[in-house]
């Protein structure tokens, strides 16, 4: 009996647990929904503000990162081997400032990335266009090159939506329910929620420890209790 009680609380801790993970999904989904329908300026407007920007520049990657505090665009634009990050206002469509970005490895992928946009006999706002439509009523939030697809995510009523485009003919490969919960709008408070809950683990670990070692010296007494007779 003892045994089938374990086990049941076991399947029910179990299904406690996907019952979480499945509101934490759908809160984030809610969120970025929230976000992004709340956007004066959309993606295409965004990459039309960086383009106007950086007009021999060709468009990388565009996201709205709703994960910051304060919602942005940010369009990576390359040009002449020169990477370029725009940020751009969600609410005014004006650029708020432009970095190059030189880190090896990124200019490396935008490189390569170019040369897939090479071979695509559509724009980013073509490309958009079309994966909105595979998803009638959703916003697009994020456009980028991945695995020699174009990739653009949207999000609608039902969730978070990864449609991939094939380059060459426009063509839609794959959609598919994005695993990306883009931080669940929390990124910031997640450094102090971090370092709260560190100091939490941390005093709970030391509590634990100081609650084990007298359980565990007390333990070590047992045997000095054995040699005081107790097992015979």
């Given at each position: ?75 990576r ?22 970095e ?15 040369g ?21 009523g959703?916003?697009a ?38 695993d ?53």
């Amino acid at each position: 009996m003892f045994v089938t009680i374990k086990k049941s609380l076991f399947v029910l801790s179990t299904l406690l647990l996907a019952v979480g993970c499945d509101t934490a999904d759908d809160d984030s989904a809610t969120r970025v929904r929230e976000v992004v329908t709340g956007a004066e300026v959309s993606l295409v407007q965004a990459i039309d503000a960086a383009v106007a920007a950086v007009p021999a520049g060709v468009v990388i990657e565009a996201e709205l990162e709703v994960e910051a505090a304060t919602p942005i665009y940010e369009v990576r634009m390359l040009a002449d081997d020169t990477l370029t990050k725009i940020h751009v206002d969600p609410a005014t469509g004006e650029v708020l400032r432009s970095e190059v970005d030189d880190d090896a490895d990124d200019v490396a992928e935008a490189v390569a990335a170019a040369g897939v946009l090479q071979t695509a006999t559509l724009d980013a706002a073509a490309v958009i266009a079309i994966a909105q439509d595979q998803r009638p009523g959703s916003v697009a939030f994020e456009f980028e090159v991945k695995d020699g697809q174009l990739e653009v995510e949207v999000v609608d009523d039902e969730g978070l939506f990864e449609i991939r485009i094939n380059p060459a003919d426009g063509s839609v490969s794959e959609v598919d329910a994005s695993d990306d919960d883009h931080g669940g709008g929390d990124d910031d408070g997640d450094d102090e929620g971090d370092d709260d809950g560190g100091g939490d683990d941390n005093d709970g670990a030391a509590d634990d420890g100081g609650a084990d070692s007298p359980d565990d010296n007390g333990g070590a007494d047992e045997p000095g209790d054995d040699n005081g007779g107790d097992t015979a």
